[in-house]
């Protein structure tokens, strides 16, 4: 790492090795998103009357609740991603287990766009959608934690923040090319023919997206901190075990403080397009538009807020944007319920800051929370519990709670709790920035 910025420092530019670790990280985690959110995005359009066909004749709500669940089943099955890819990666090695994860996501997620519906093969196609999107998550659990630590532990110390916002901006990079192609593809077909097949190109494309992918993640040399513990034969024969003996609050507390932004996270994914579509009225095409023109502010402000990170502190950032989130969580449904489109664009854009601000950081934050022989383990089972917690199951309850209520503001009051809840836990962690990642 010395000689990383000493390079830097002479020539005035950052070292090639670094470049590609970023490209890698920000390409490769990317990709995995776009696989993730173009299922997220097809359960709110049109997953319930093609897999849940004679539930969606009897009863169209209670549909749309059951196929957002099956978002947030993926969910449980991250933690198991987190703790076999993170027991291997802290074992083996970050990289491996970054091209392993890539290419079961991609294989999953193109397998999705070929599966019959239930006019064809009936109660099995629900099932075969069930366990791909299984497969999807277990690759989810895995692949954050790894991206994440080859960012950060590549980074000079004064800049992990920025290196680790890296990998953080594949997450509203995959949400743009997701919505974007489904924008592009709505515009282009009726109605009918995108439910009859339009809706398989976006998965069928994953195929082209993970090639291109796992030839930058081949390409990139494996974490200088990992190499430092091989060399020192510091591995733990048990690592998961050492982790939950001595590491256990830092678990705790890397999952409640992901609570808040992945439950708002998961509703500009999966759910605000839907409500716009399907309660408001609005034309599909534009809100897609404007949920990827919004997503833009997600990508900006992550990046910021990763860069602010490095001289405000990492507790500092997140706690500016967690508190942004509780306050705007209300207010923005009253401008989406105008139903009009550029409300609906500035309601999400401006959420993004927020979101930005306690995500950019999380990379660098969770990394210099665990000591290096079970950091991988730790950031991976932390972030997939706070999956779980936050935004697993939140296009379900905001279904849900608009079904009982029929009031959208109640969906912000949840979402200010979570941010709340998120709050506290990362008010409770002593700020890490500067630490030693080789400990």
Known sequence: MTSAVSARSSTGRMPTEERRVLASTLVGTSIEWYDFFIYAQAAGLVLAPLFLAPIAEENKGFAQVLSFATIGISFLFRPLGAIIAGHLGDKLGRKKMLVFTLVMMGL????????????????????????????????????????????????????????????????????????????????????????????????????????????????????????????????????????????????????????????????????????????????????????????????????????????????RTFQIGYIALALWAVPMWFLIDTANILWYFVALFVMTFALGLSYGPQAALYAEMFPATVRYSGVSIGYALGAILGGAFAPMIAESLMNQFQAAWTIGVYIAIAAVISLIGVSMVKEPKGVDLHA
């Open 108 to 315: 999953s997620t193109s397998l999705i766009g070929l599966l019959p519906t239930y006019a064809a093969i009936g109660v099995a196609a629900p099932i075969l959608l069930i366990v791909l999107r299984i497969l999807q998550g277990f690759s989810a659990g895995g692949e954050w934690g790894g991206a994440a630590l080859m960012a950060v532990e590549h980074a000079p110390t004064n800049r992990r923040g920025l290196f680790g916002a890296f990998p953080q901006i594949g997450v509203p990079i995959g949400m743009i090319l997701a919505t974007a192609t489904l924008w592009v593809l709505t515009s282009a077909m009726s109605p009918e023919a995108f439910l009859a097949w339009g809706w398989r190109i976006p998965f069928l494309l994953s195929i082209v997206l993970i090639a291109v992918g796992y030839v930058i993640r081949r390409a990139v040399d494996e974490s200088p901190v990992f190499e430092d513990l091989q060399r020192r034969r510091q591995e733990a024969s048990a690592p998961l075990g050492r982790l939950f003996r001595k590491n256990a609050k830092q678990v705790v507390l890397t999952a409640l403080i992901f609570i808040g932004n992945n439950a708002a996270g998961y509703l500009l994914i999966a759910f605000f397009a839907t409500y716009a579509v399907t309660v408001l009225g609005m034309e599909r095409p534009p809100v897609l538009l404007a949920t990827t023109l919004a997503s833009f502010g997600w990508l900006i402000f992550t990046l910021w807020g990763g860069h602010l990170s490095d001289r405000l502190g990492r507790v």
